[in-house]
């Protein structure tokens, strides 16, 4: 990806917009994110249900990557065929990536759930591995069971810790495992003070900005992609640095994982 054409523009790495209420609105979300220089989005799926309209959204638009998969809070013993499924559509998706994938342990209390929710990880995780696929991560109370799991399955190809709001020495832990942190909505969040902390410090090549829209908005209302703006502005006053600058890299962090013709 030649510098000069990510320049100043913002990628949203994890956005759902075939989610309600963005989809129904979808147009004028995105001339609004545009406005705001955000012209790259990745969404992720949460489930098979999702699946087609993912896929018709990024034949829909060049600006829209995918990542095709099942997030922790909807596994359901019927979606183990699902994942058959799946591997047909990254056979004839070679640019789809897995996600949203991986362990939520604040949905998931009791061994059995969590145990069941490390199979279909580590099921996705070896699909995504055999069919050479980055992942985005879904991780809560679990980042060092979601590691644990990458190592055990040798998934090496790395991908995006999403909703990242751990220490620098975790987001090492990411990174020597080749993921980018997502840094994302925490921040529109004044009273957030541990993901500031972190922020700061954090090097500029281990990050990726996202919003999770519609997801996270701090108000508890509708977020929206052309929030990745505000928290590009956010990480770059914590930084000392321009926006411009933080844009500029985050995007060309995505890019390793994310292919994108324009
Ligand atoms: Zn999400």
Known sequence: MPVLLCMCHLFDTHCHLT????RQQLPQILTQAALQK???????????EDWSAIIRLKQQYRS?????GIHPWYIKPHHKPALECLIQHLVQHPDALVGEIGLD??????????????????DQLSIARQYQRPVV??????SFACIDSIQRC???YGGFAHAFSGSVQEAQKWHQLGFMVGIGSLLLNPKAQKIRRTVAELPLDYMVLETDAPYMAPDKGVNYPANTRRIAEIVA???????QEVASQCYQNA????????
């Not at 829209?64 to 095709?68: D, F, H, Q, R, T």
């Open 19 to 22: 989610h309600p209420p963005l």
């Open 154 to 156: 040798g998934f090496k």
């Open 64 to 68: 829209v990557s995918m990542a095709l």
């Open 105 to 122: 342990f604040h949905v998931a209390k009791e061994d059995k759930a969590k145990q069941n929710q490390k199979i279909f990880f580590e």
């Open 255 to 262: 890019c390793r994982y994310v292919e994108v013709t324009q």
């Open 137 to 142: 991560i879904h991780h809560v109370r679990a």
């Open 38 to 48: 955000v012209t790259r989005f990745l969404v992720p799926a949460t489930g098979p």
């Open 237 to 243: 006053q914590l930084r000392h640095c321009d926006w």
